[in-house]
């Protein structure tokens, strides 16, 4: 290795400068060697500029500027090393290690990154890089230098001089960017089961981003897993470890084992990871068919759930404790079956953690926001209650957050053909007792559809013999919203020759609230919407 005046460990030093701005800080390099040069070359009573002068060119750069002797230590700095580290002059020289180097005891990441920046920097003979380091009064913070070599043609010593600067914000963006983009790859599906929304909201800059998750997982039987969670810690370490302990979680729910049966063996596995330590985790197994849930809690806030009726239910019965806290702890599980037409609210703890307000507190606004959000479908659902519990800052935590209609739309797909009306009612049929909708409402419901399918057919697939027809049915806690679409040739309407016949928009436009048809573009298919109110 090529001698030089680093030392056993050499000047901490910083990342390379950005492409706009390398030419600052090389011209700050070259005024601290005119510096140098100037006190080093003035003959004794000689003409030429004072110490003083060489001092003040170096206190006139913004850049903090550093001067190291063949040892490593540091020798002379500027007003702006010290306004950007917090060490003045009065400590000079500073040997190496020099204080402001991350403690190896308690920063040991930080501490190997400037071993390797120095190491590098001495292969090299000067460059440019960035490591972290920590102020005299503490805080860590982020630099980054560019550093060259001078020698004295009289003694032929070799000294470093560089420059540095802070590049904690710009750093912290970077670190927050990377750890938003993990996050979002980590987290569920990017197309959630039906009746299903999902949001993930990161903390409000400059805050860091933290390690909540969600997840939903199509089992077997056509059940749903749902999962909300958060690890402890902030940035990529937590968004790491929340990587590991979700997938668990995933591989768990698939081998079939129910809520506790995940959290028990999660709560080994997290033994394991380092980091892990009291994450809290909220896991659950949905029926959509009959709308029984079955759940499990370690440490985490309780679900929500919205009845039709108004009253808003805490989904608590299965609650224990955060993973490994202690290790093996038991794990319990509840259950409750979602009525028709009800809304359930899983979350992270940022949704409802506020300081000087009581959790309880929070939760009840929580509940009071979802049962406001009644009419709004699932996507809806979830933005109201993200939109009605954020501060006016922003949220100073991650907001994971899963909210689910029971039960979600039906959604239906068959061919144009008459012999399909009668499968189409019973699956209609089926949904609307779900939804608890009364008898006689269903009746004009079924009845109005079967009016829209069959005319869809008959008219809009009569030359267009193959296509199929769409019917999608949603239900909110006073509102039902049919649409049927097809694929056939908008015809105008015509005086039908049998007087019998023809009577299908009356006959559903005296059974629903609202009838409105839509003819495609280019008068390519047609889209039926309707709405009726319906009892909560």
């Known amino acids: 290795m090529r001698a030089g005046p680093w030392g056993s460990r050499g000047a901490m030093l910083a990342r ?79 040997p190496v290690e ?21 190491a590098r920097l001495r292969r090299d003979g000067g460059g440019h890089c960035t490591a972290p380091a920590r102020h005299r009064d503490g805080h860590k913070l982020w630099l980054s230098a560019s550093v060259g070599e001078v020698r004295d043609p009289v ?27 993990l996050q979002r790859d ?107 849930l079955r759940y499990s809690s370690a440490g985490h806030p309780p679900g929500i759930l919205a009845h039709p009726g108004g009253r808003t239910q805490l989904l608590d019965g299965g609650s224990a404790a955060p993973l490994t806290d202690p290790p093996g702890a038991p ?61 006016p800052g922003g949220y100073d935590d991650d907001v994971a957050l899963v909210a689910y209609r029971h039960p979600g739309p039906l959604n239906l797909a068959f061919p144009a053909e008459p012999t399909q009306l009668a499968p189409v009612r019973a699956a209609l049929r089926g949904w609307l007792g779900r939804c608890g909708v009364g008898r006689r409402a269903v009746q004009d419901i079924l009845v109005a559809a079967g009016e829209a399918c069959a005319n869809a057919i008959e008219h809009g697939h009569r030359n267009t013999a193959g296509q199929h027809i769409r019917l999608r049915a949603e239900a909110t806690v006073t509102r039902l919203r049919l649409t049927i679409t097809d694929a056939g040739r908008w015809k105008a309407a015509q005086p039908p020759p049998n007087p019998f016949r023809g ?5 559903m436009r005296a059974l629903m609230e609202q009838v409105s048809i839509e003819p495609g573009t280019g008068g390519a298919g047609t889209t039926v919407h309707m709405q009726l109110r319906i009892a909560p």
């Open 16 to 94: 390379g400068p950005g492409r706009g701005r390398r030419g600052l800080h090389v011209s700050g390099i070259q005024r601290a060697r005119q510096a140098g040069a100037e006190q080093r070359d003035r003959p004794p009573g000689g003409s030429g500029p004072p110490s003083w002068a060489a001092a003040a060119l170096l206190d006139s750069l913004h850049e903090g500027c550093f001067v190291c002797d063949e040892a490593g230590s540091v020798v002379q700095i500027n007003a702006a090393f010290t306004q950007i580290l917090g060490f003045g002059p009065d400590g000079l020289p500073y």
């Open 98 to 118: 020099h204080p402001w180097w991350p403690p190896a005891d308690t920063d040991p990441d930080g501490h190997r990154q400037v071993t390797e920046a120095v």
């Open 155 to 181: 003694t032929g010593h070799r000294a470093v001089v560089g420059t540095i600067w802070d590049v904690t914000a710009e750093h912290d963006a970077g670190q927050r960017d990377a750890t938003v983009a």
């Open 186 to 292: 980590l987290l569920g599906p990017a197309r959630p089961p039906a009746g299903f929304a999902a949001r993930y909201v990161p903390a409000s800059p400059p805050l860091e981003v933290g390690g909540d998750w969600y997840d939903l997982v199509e089992l077997p039987g056509s059940r749903i897993g749902i999962v909300v969670g958060g690890c402890a810690g902030h940035g990529l370490a937590a968004a790491t470890v929340m990587g590991q302990v979700r997938s668990a979680c995933r591989a768990l729910l698939l081998q079939d084992a129910g809520p506790a049966r995940v959290l028990a063996v999660l709560d080994r596995f997290a033994a394991l990871v380092p980091g892990a330590l009291r994450t809290t985790v909220f896991c659950a197994v949905l029926d959509p068919g009959t709308g029984q």
């Open 331 to 391: 794990r319990r599980e509840a259950s409750c079956t979602l009525p028709g037409r009800s809304a359930l609210l899983l979350y992270t703890g940022g949704l409802v953690e506020r300081c000087r307000v009581p959790l309880g507190e929070r939760i009840g606004q929580a509940a009071a926001a979802l049962h406001q959000a009644g009419e709004a479908g699932a996507d809806d659902l979830a933005l109201q209650v993200m939109g009605g519990m954020a501060p």
């Open 503 to 507: 009577r299908g928009l009356t006959l």
